[in-house]
T-cell receptor, first 113, second 113 residues
Framework: KAGVTQTPRYLIKTRGQQVTLSCSPISGHRSVSWYQQTPGQGLQFLFEYFSETQRNKGNFPGRFSGRQFSNSRSEMNVSTLELGDSALYLC????????????FGSGTRLTVV | LAKTTQPISMDSYEGQEVNITCSHNNIATNDYITWYQQFPSQGPRFIIQGYKTKVTNEVASLFIPADRKSSTLSLPRVSLSDTAVYYCLVGVGGGTSYGKLTFGQGTILTVHP
């Protein structure tokens, strides 16, 4: 079966702009989680969506938001980009029925200049 | 969530067996132990998961002592392609931790020719 698909793969944005990243989970999976990975902070949890509802949220400012559609695809939006938002953004999909069985996508590499 | 401690880095040579130990002294009764592998600019990939004793799959073995305060990931006969970061995660099976996998610093394994 197809894996988790993240688009775009690479993105360059200017400070102050906003960006939208997309994640298509494995077919049948209803949970999508988002993570930010930077060399300094490692992998950090942003938020999780299940059946179009945000169930869990990490400690990130309100500039980071997300949503999930009825087909379980999810988008993540970052507004007013800062240089420190440069990172690899990863999404993971799962059935959502337990805290195991996560499959990650290859990520979107965001560079803010 | 149980905190994990792993070596920051390890070196090995092709064909050798590699054992990476993770300490998780405050593991809870219903916590499972999961290991992920991550290559540069890719998402983490599930390797193996266990609760107690020994688990083996086609790529690795996981040894968990009776007190479950540590676990050891064993990679038999490593190759250059096993060079990656390995993460040990300890987590609950559901509840308020939905979607939130807590990654530590991981162990950078470098396999030399």
């Amino acid at each position: 079966k197809a894996g988790v698909t993240q688009t775009p793969r690479y993105l360059i944005k200017t400070r102050g702009q906003q960006v939208t990243l997309s994640c298509s989970p494995i077919s049948g999976h209803r949970s999508v989680s988002w993570y930010q990975q930077t060399p300094g902070q490692g992998l950090q949890f942003l938020f999780e969506y299940f059946s179009e509802t945000q169930r869990n949220k990490g400690n990130f400012p309100g500039r980071f938001s997300g949503r999930q559609f009825s087909n379980s695809r999810s988008e993540m939006n970052v507004s007013t980009l800062e240089l420190g938002d440069s990172a690899l953004y990863l999404c993971a999909s799962s059935s959502g029925l337990s805290n195991y069985g996560y499959t990650f996508g290859s990520g979107t590499r965001l560079t803010v200049v | 969530l149980a905190k994990t401690t792993q070596p920051i880095s390890m070196d090995s040579y092709e064909g050798q067996e590699v054992n990476i130990t993770c300490s998780h002294n405050n593991i809870a009764t219903n916590d499972y132990i999961t290991w992920y592998q991550q290559f540069p600019s890719q998402g983490p990939r599930f390797i193996i998961q266990g609760y107690k004793t020994k688990v083996t799959n086609e790529v690795a073995s996981l040894f968990i002592p009776a007190d479950r305060k540590s676990s050891t990931l064993s990679l038999p006969r490593v190759s250059l392609s096993d060079t990656a970061v390995y993460y040990c995660l300890v987590g609950v099976g559901g509840g308020t931790s939905y979607g939130k996998l807590t990654f530590g610093q991981g162990t950078i394994l470098t396999v030399h020719p």
